[in-house]
Structure formats: structure tokens, C-alpha cells
């Protein structure tokens, strides 16, 4: 199954947030040693809203829920290159005379 592209817009100034995973181990004195937790211990993580009418909105729920959480897409965030990201769960909110938003986070993911 070939792997599609989320191409819809979020609302401007969309915040992301880089982590990195490591080990660490403490020792006597304070001295901790830390190294990177294997080869892709740096991933992104982007909190966004989309709004718009119901048929734009449907279309993202529909286009996440085929998905289910499991399954990855790409999109390309701000400053980045296109990636893979999942999506776990999202909020949708009617925002009155047929607008509605939905907010979700897109979480990298990375093939094995």
C-alpha cells in the first residue's frame, strides 16, 4: 500500500517540538553519562488546528481516521522536509454557521 500525502494547511504559526531520546546513567559525584538512544533519537512532534467549512474538515477526519493511528503519512512541516508523522487522536469543535476546527498533533514516525 503506497503511503499518502496529508496536503491540507493548518492555521499560521503552527509551534513544533523537537525531542531527543537518550540514555543517561548517574554516577557518584554528579557525573552522568549520556549517549543517543539508537540512530533516529531525534523526532518532532506539532500540535495544529485546522478550520474550515464541513466538507474540508470531513475530509481531514476521514483522511486521519483512515489511518487509525497506525498507519503513517507524509506531510512536510515548517522549516523541514517532508517526513513521516502519525496522528493518535485529534478534536474536532463547531465554531458556528457551518465552520468547525479540528486540532490534532502529528507525531514522527520512522520506518524500521
Known amino acids: ?18 525531542s531527543f531520546r537518550n540514555k543517561s546513567a ?36 476521514n483522511f486521519l481516521d483512515a489511518r487509525a493511528g497506525a498507519d503513517p503519512f507524509y506531510w512536510t512541516p515548517p522549516l523541514g522536509a517532508q517526513g513521516l508523522f502519525r496522528c493518535d487522536s485529534y478534536q474536532t469543535s463547531p465554531l458556528g454557521a457551518d465552520i468547525f476546527s479540528l486540532t490534532a498533533t502529528f507525531e514522527q514516525a520512522f520506518h524500521p
Open 26 to 61: 548517574k554516577f557518584a559525584y554528579g557525573y552522568e553519562q549520556r549517549a543517543k538512544d539508537g540512530i533516529n533519537n531525534r523526532s518532532e512532534s506539532w500540535p495544529l488546528t485546522f478550520v474550515g467549512g464541513r466538507e474540508k474538515i470531513l475530509l481531514i477526519k
Open 1 to 18: 500500500m503506497a503511503i499518502e500525502v496529508f496536503t491540507w494547511c493548518p492555521k499560521v504559526e503552527p509551534v513544533g517540538t523537537t
